[in-house]
């Protein structure tokens, strides 16, 4: 089974520009969830979908936003991008989205550098 | 609300040394407890697990962790460290039943030949 993949791998852009991120999960999983990784914030969560729903919300501004489609396929944008928001995004996938644990199966990662 | 605290951003051990990796947890309710481990230029990938039953997990790579309730701690071991063990190193924990998943910050693991 192919494992979570995001697209692109790596992305420069310059302040003020918005951007979007592609995370395609698992195949037969329901529930993306995305995160931020920076050397200061470290992980935070930002939001997780299921069934085309935000589920859940983090605590960041509403230039992040994200949708997911019938097919599962998950993408986040960020519009007027600043600096800070250069990082590494993760975008995780589970099977379901039960009350209770359910792994979460992470893919590589969007490298988005903010110049 | 729920936190994790990892002690020490940065860990040394000699190869064929024991790893100790320290996480403690703050949650109102019974929490899930994981470990992750991140290569560089990688996504995270799951150690092990604890949610119900025994309190200590065996993980992956000779990894185990064991859950104290009364120490609220999840703290990461491994008898003999390999270099290939060197990585960051993320506990975490969800707790309400939700896929909101809260990581410490991380702990990188030098392993010194």
């Known amino acids: 089974k192919a494992g979570v993949t995001q697209t692109p791998r790596y992305l420069i852009k310059t302040r003020g520009q918005q951007v979007t991120l592609s995370c395609s999960p698992i195949?037969?999983?329901?529930?993306v969830s995305w995160y931020q990784q920076t050397p200061g914030q470290g992980l935070q969560f930002l939001f997780e979908?299921?069934?085309?729903?935000?589920?859940n919300k983090g605590n960041f501004p509403g230039r992040f936003s994200g949708r997911q489609f019938s097919n599962s396929r998950s993408e986040m944008n960020v519009s007027t991008l600043e600096l800070g928001d250069s990082a590494l995004y993760l975008c995780?996938?589970?099977?379901?989205?039960?009350?209770?644990?359910?792994?979460?199966?992470f893919g590589p990662g969007t490298r988005l550098t903010v110049l | 609300a729920q936190s994790v605290t990892q002690l020490g951003s940065h860990v040394s051990v000699s190869e064929g040394a024991l790893v100790l990796l320290r996480c403690n947890y703050s949650?109102?309710?019974?929490?899930?407890l994981f470990w992750y481990v991140q290569y560089p230029n990688q996504g995270l990938q799951l150690l092990l697990k604890?949610?119900?039953?025994?309190?200590l997990v065996k993980g992956i790579n000779g990894f185990e962790a064991e859950f104290k309730k009364s120490e609220t701690s999840f703290h990461l071991t491994k008898p003999s460290a390999h270099m290939s063990d060197a990585a960051e190193y993320f506990c975490?924990?969800?707790?309400?039943?939700?896929?909101?998943?809260?990581f410490g910050t991380g702990t990188k693991l030098q392993v010194i030949p």
């Open positions: 949650s109102s309710v019974p929490p899930y």
């Open positions: 979908y299921f069934s085309e729903t935000q589920r």
């Open positions: 975490a924990v969800i707790a309400g039943g939700y896929q909101k998943v809260t």
């Open positions: 195949s037969g999983h329901r529930s």
């Open positions: 604890y949610t119900t039953g025994a309190t």
């Open positions: 995780a996938s589970s099977p379901t989205r039960d009350r209770g644990y359910n792994e979460q199966f």
